[in-house]
């Protein structure tokens, strides 16, 4: 299925964001990347097998789904659950 310029650039957008990460997640490799980089690849990858047809929308939100997140670390949160 073919993307529409402004997917590409949000989805771009998002990366980028996710390259600012300062969790590394070291690859078979041994090479390290960001851990969000590395979330959003995989569940991409896993949305492509489960949902190929998918929409834009969709697949802009899988890839951005923790954005940012390691700026407000889960230990910040109450534990009430």
Same mark, same amino acid.
């Given at each position: 299925? /073919?993307? !529409?310029p402004? %997917?590409?650039? /949000?989805?771009?957008?998002?990366? /980028?964001?996710?390259?600012?990460?300062?969790?590394?997640?070291? &690859?078979?490799?041994?090479?390290?990347? $960001?851990?969000? !980089?590395?979330?959003?690849?995989?569940?991409?990858?896993? &949305?492509?097998?489960?949902?190929?047809?998918?929409?834009?929308?969709?697949? &802009? /939100?899988?890839?951005?789904?923790? %954005?940012?997140?390691?700026?407000? $670390?889960?230990?910040?949160?109450?534990?009430?659950?």
């Open positions: 299925m /073919a993307r !529409t402004d %997917f590409a650039k /949000a989805r771009q957008m998002i990366y /980028a964001a996710h390259g600012e990460d300062p969790t590394k997640h070291t &690859l078979p490799d041994g090479s390290q990347i $960001p851990y969000e !980089t590395h979330y959003a690849t995989q569940m991409e990858s896993y &949305l492509s097998k489960r949902c190929p047809d998918a929409s834009e929308v969709l697949r &802009l /939100a899988v890839c951005g789904q923790h %954005f940012r997140r390691w700026e407000v $670390p889960r230990d910040s949160y109450p534990k009430t659950k």
